[in-house]
């Protein structure tokens, strides 16, 4: 098998390990957990601690000591290990902990399975400009291919969802040590200091308004990625418990809704050099920042049967709400920062967006949703008009009983049914998207320079 071919393989499944779970594991721990709403934002900054400290630590030792493919393989099997335990685990709090475990195995690989991919392209006298972006693109296939395979063997809601994620993380696992060698390149200095071994020279960018700024809206912007993730399977599959789209479409492929957003992702990305030449960097970014306020927007007032058309276009602008700030705002730290601290500064953008940005919008809006935007039903009477049902429906009868809950003879619950509401969580998803776009309007400067872009496409 050619060295494409077998990069596009790791690339694949690098992406399938993590689709198989991250869009569905809402529906396991609402749906069939019954856990806390607060405690759920906190699975999903452990992504964002993760991504604080192990990129660096598992570069740090790529660079220094261990060939990277070997590192990434194991990586991979000790990530398949903890997704295999995973199930057994009976506890939020627990389950959170050993996510964090899960999530410093295998948020570090995905940095390494670049290094590794540009290392052997090389070593192959391949052009990386031109061969890797193509072998990318199959991780987000992969990823797409994870939803489906979860959604359609009916597991969005079960544990069967770590362990199809832990086989293809196992295989990869063991697949990497077939990888060319990717050797420690050994440039970090034996006498250099504690921040540079630790790659937090990069902290000194914050001295610039300018960047300091940007890495600010960065932060910002990654907690809307966040919330996209977390909620937006949960959301349509909730739609189940209103009679009126029980059984449509949307409730029952709910994740396969959802792989439209990565399908958009990798066709925006091909109009993402055109928009850069017309309108430039800081247009660009704005145009992302609008596209967040439409992607919650369009999820707000969106249904399974007369709002169809606003769940898909919600999620065709995701494309366009991911790719266009993370590829303008990677090109504006390129052209805007010396080329000795360019790659440190490109650590800083992903940490901020994947780590710091990841904590803000997971643990606040867990924290949101159960206090301002969950209500309590006490009664078939207020429960039936939230759902836009009549208080005797048999499907909402099931939905009851599901809760464990028992209904008097004059209809009042033997405790209360919380319910999200979905209309006023993405409204005000939508208002934080829009400050945002207002603010970085108004403070963020930027001048348009078409050579960069040319640069760029050189």
Request: with cysteine.
């Amino acid at each position: 098998m050619g060295i494409k071919y077998r990069l596009i393989l790791m690339s694949f499944l690098q992406f399938f390990v993590w689709g198989a779970w991250l869009i569905t594991i809402a529906n396991y721990w609402f749906g069939t957990k019954n856990w806390d709403g607060t405690q759920f934002g906190l699975v999903f900054s452990t992504m964002g601690i993760a991504s604080l400290f192990m990129p660096t630590l598992t570069g740090i030792i790529a660079d220094r000591w261990v060939n990277a493919e070997k590192l990434y393989g194991v990586l991979h099997i000790l990530y398949a290990a903890v997704l295999f335990y995973l199930p057994m685990v009976t506890e939020p709090t627990t389950f959170i902990y050993v996510i964090l475990v899960a999530m410093c195995f295998y948020m570090p690989t995905i940095s390494l399975s670049n290094s590794i991919s540009y290392n052997a392209l090389i070593l192959n006298k391949n052009d990386i400009v031109k061969d890797f972006p193509p072998i990318r693109v199959f991780g987000t296939i992969g990823f797409i291919v994870a939803m489906w395979i979860t959604n359609l063997t009916g597991n969005k809601s079960t544990s069967y969802q770590f362990y199809i994620a832990g086989i293809a993380a196992l295989i990869l696992g063991i697949y990497a040590f077939t990888l060319p060698k990717s050797k420690p390149q050994r440039l970090i200095k034996e006498n250099a200091s504690t921040m540079e071994m630790l790659g937090l020279e990069s902290f000194k960018l914050f001295a610039n308004y300018k960047m300091a700024l940007f890495f600010v809206f960065s932060m910002f912007l990654g907690g809307a990625l966040q919330l996209t993730n977390a909620y937006g399977d949960v959301f349509l599959d909730e739609f189940k418990h209103f009679p009126r789209y029980a059984d449509s479409f949307v409730v029952k492929y709910s994740t396969i809704i959802m792989s439209i957003s990565q399908v958009s992702e990798t066709l925006f990305i091909l109009a993402i050099p055109f928009f850069l030449k017309r309108y430039g960097i800081k247009r660009v970014m704005l145009i992302s920042m609008l596209a967040w306020v439409l992607r919650f927007g369009f999820f707000a007032y969106g249904d399974p049967v007369d709002g169809l058309w606003m769940i898909i276009m919600s999620c065709v602008v995701y494309g366009m709400a991911f790719d266009f700030f993370n590829i303008s705002g990677s090109l504006f730290v390129e052209t805007n920062t010396d080329p000795k601290n360019r790659s440190s500064a490109q650590g800083m953008f992903m940490m901020m967006t994947n780590g710091f940005g990841a904590i803000l919008g997971s643990f606040t809006s867990g924290w949101a949703i159960d206090h301002f935007f969950t209500k309590s039903f006490n009664s078939t009477e207020t429960l039936s008009t939230f759902l836009k049902t009549e208080p005797n429906n048999p499907l909402m009868g099931d939905f009851i009983k599901g809760q464990g809950v028992k209904v008097a003879s004059n209809g009042i619950f033997s405790r209360e049914i919380f319910m999200k509401d979905w209309h006023t969580i993405w409204l005000s998803f939508a208002l934080y998207a829009l400050i945002i776009a207002i603010a970085f309007a108004i403070l963020f400067k930027h001048k348009h320079d078409p050579k960069i872009v040319e640069k760029l496409n050189h």
